[in-house]
C-alpha cells in the first residue's frame, strides 16, 4: 500500500492505540492531536510521528483525517469549530470519524464536508479498548463508497472488519443496534449469574456449560466471571454507555422504535452513575443486582 500523510484526532483509550498502528502496522506518517498536549507527547515518544497545537494544524495536508472522540459536540468542536479540521482539508482529502455519535451530527458533517470539497465517513466501532489494543476491532461505516474504498486498506490497520453499511448516518445507525443488543444481553446476564448464586450453583462452572450452548455470547465469554468475581476496573465504561443509550433513545424517538428494554436498561445504568459507578465497566449492571452499588 502507498504510504500516506494521515492526521489522528483524540488519544483516548481507543485513540491513542488505533493510532498507533496506523503508524507501526501502515507505516505511515501521522501526526496527532489531542487536548491534552502531554498525551499527544506520549504518543509521540512510543510511536513517533509529530504532535500539532490544533485540529487544522493536525489535518493540514492530510490525506486522511481520522478521529475518536467523545460525543456529538466534541465532534463538531474537532471539525467546525474554532480552528478545526474542516478549515484545513484539502480537496479530494478524507475525515473518517470513529466517534460513537448520533446519526444527525453525521449527516450534517457528511453535507458540510461535500460542500468544501472533501469526503467524511462515519465509522463508529466496535471491539473495546481491548479490540484497539490488538487491531481487531470491527469498524461500520456511512458514507461515500469511492471514499470508503480507499479509506478502506488504511482502516484495516486496526479492525479485523471493515463494512460500508449504506450512505452517511449509516454507520452510526448500525452501532445503534450493536449497543442496543449489548445492553439487553449484559442484563439478561447479569440476572442470569445472579439467579445462579441464590440457588447456590458453582455459576463459573454454570457459565463454562452454557457457554458451549446457545446462550453463548461475546458478553458471557468475556464478562461473565468477571462478573462473578465483582472486578469492573476495566473495558467500557458505564457513563459511556449511558451516552449511547441516550442517543439510541433519542434515534428511537424519531423512527418510531420501541425500545422498552433498552429503556429499562438505561435507567439502570443511570442509577450505578449516580451512586459512583460511572467508570466502571458496563458489566457492573450485575451490582444492581448484588446490592453492591
Not at 14 to 20: I, L
Not at 116 to 145: H, I, K, N, W
Not at 181 to 187: D, N, R, S, T
Request: with cysteine; glycine share 12%.
Amino acid at each position: 500500500m502507498e504510504k500516506q500523510k494521515l492526521a489522528f484526532i483524540g488519544l483516548g483509550v481507543m485513540g491513542f492505540p488505533m493510532a498507533g498502528h496506523l503508524a507501526t502496522r501502515g507505516g505511515h506518517a501521522v501526526t496527532v492531536f489531542n487536548r491534552s498536549p502531554a498525551k499527544a507527547a506520549a504518543w509521540v515518544a512510543k510511536f513517533g510521528g509529530n504532535s500539532a497545537l490544533t485540529p487544522a494544524e493536525a489535518a493540514r495536508g492530510a490525506d486522511i483525517v481520522f478521529s475518536c472522540v467523545g460525543d456529538d459536540p466534541d465532534l463538531r468542536a474537532i471539525t467546525t469549530g474554532a480552528e478545526g479540521a474542516f478549515s484545513a482539508m484539502g480537496k479530494g482529502a478524507i475525515f473518517v470519524d470513529h466517534t460513537t455519535a448520533s446519526a444527525s451530527v453525521a449527516r450534517e458533517l457528511a453535507a458540510e464536508s461535500e460542500r468544501r470539497g472533501f469526503a467524511f465517513l462515519d465509522a463508529p466501532v466496535s471491539g473495546g479498548q481491548a479490540g484497539a489494543e490488538g487491531g481487531t476491532l470491527t469498524v461500520m461505516v456511512g458514507g461515500d463508497s469511492a471514499a470508503f474504498e480507499r479509506a478502506k486498506p488504511v482502516m484495516a490497520h486496526f479492525a479485523k472488519a471493515v463494512t460500508l453499511m449504506g450512505p452517511s448516518g449509516s454507520g452510526q445507525l448500525t452501532k445503534m443496534v450493536n449497543q442496543i443488543c449489548i445492553a439487553g444481553l449484559l442484563e439478561a446476564l447479569s440476572e442470569g449469574i445472579s439467579f445462579g448464586q441464590k440457588a447456590g450453583l458453582d455459576v463459573n462452572r454454570v457459565l463454562d456449560v452454557i457457554s458451549k450452548g446457545a446462550a453463548q455470547s461475546w458478553q458471557m465469554e468475556n464478562r461473565g466471571k468477571t462478573m462473578v468475581e465483582d472486578t469492573f476496573d476495566f473495558g467500557f465504561a458505564v457513563d459511556w454507555m449511558r451516552k449511547d443509550l441516550r442517543i439510541c433513545t433519542e434515534e428511537a424517538a424519531r423512527n418510531g422504535a420501541d425500545l422498552p428494554v433498552t429503556r429499562l436498561v438505561a435507567a439502570y445504568y443511570d442509577e450505578l452513575s449516580q451512586t459512583g459507578g460511572g467508570r466502571r465497566d458496563t458489566s457492573s449492571l450485575i451490582r444492581r443486582l448484588t446490592k453492591k452499588h
